[in-house]
């Protein structure tokens, strides 16, 4: 991958020792269910100089479209390219494993629309959740020879 700050990004799958310190920060899954992501290899950790820049969470939608559900850059590598990084590393495996579409989601308020806009994806609906922002759908078609 390519440098941040001169230095080179590196991504690699999370592993079990990782998962404690992940849902510290990822708020959005237990332990028990990150430990599951983790063993199939669905997480991946962005590092710099041995420290962590970020991670990518995702999982299946409608158990066949790769969904990225979570997507995180700690404060200080924000704006660096890390996020869009991890996105290209992931969109690149899922294409790989034969995967022909990606989807992800984020609330109407948040920033990261525009992110995933500038990376492709195209707002494809959304729905409103008990009282929560209204979520936005986002999928991006990905080439696969001999899959579409």
Avoid: C
């Avoid at 230095?7 to 999370?14: G, K, M």
């Avoid at 998962?19 to 710099?48: C, F, P, T």
């Avoid at 995967?99 to 609906?125: D, P, W």
Wanted: aromatic share 14%.
């Amino acid at each position: 991958m390519g440098g941040i700050g001169g230095s080179r990004l590196e991504i690699r799958f999370a592993k079990s020792e990782d998962a404690a310190w992940l849902v510290q920060y990822d708020k959005h899954i237990s332990e028990e269910e990150m430990g599951h992501a983790i063993l199939r290899n669905r997480v991946y950790i962005a590092e710099k100089d041995g420290r962590f820049v970020g991670w990518l969470r995702y999982n299946l939608f409608w158990d066949n479209i790769p969904f990225m559900n979570m997507l995180y850059v700690m404060e200080e590598y924000r704006g660096s390219g890390g996020g869009r990084k991890l996105v290209e590393f992931w969109e690149s495996e899922m294409e790989r494993q034969g995967y022909s579409k990606v989807m992800t989601s984020t609330q109407a308020n948040e920033y990261a629309q525009h992110f995933y806009i500038r990376l492709g994806y195209e707002a494809m609906g959304g729905f409103l959740l008990g009282g929560e922002p209204y979520e936005m759908l986002f999928a991006k078609e990905i080439r696969h020879e001999g899959n579409g």
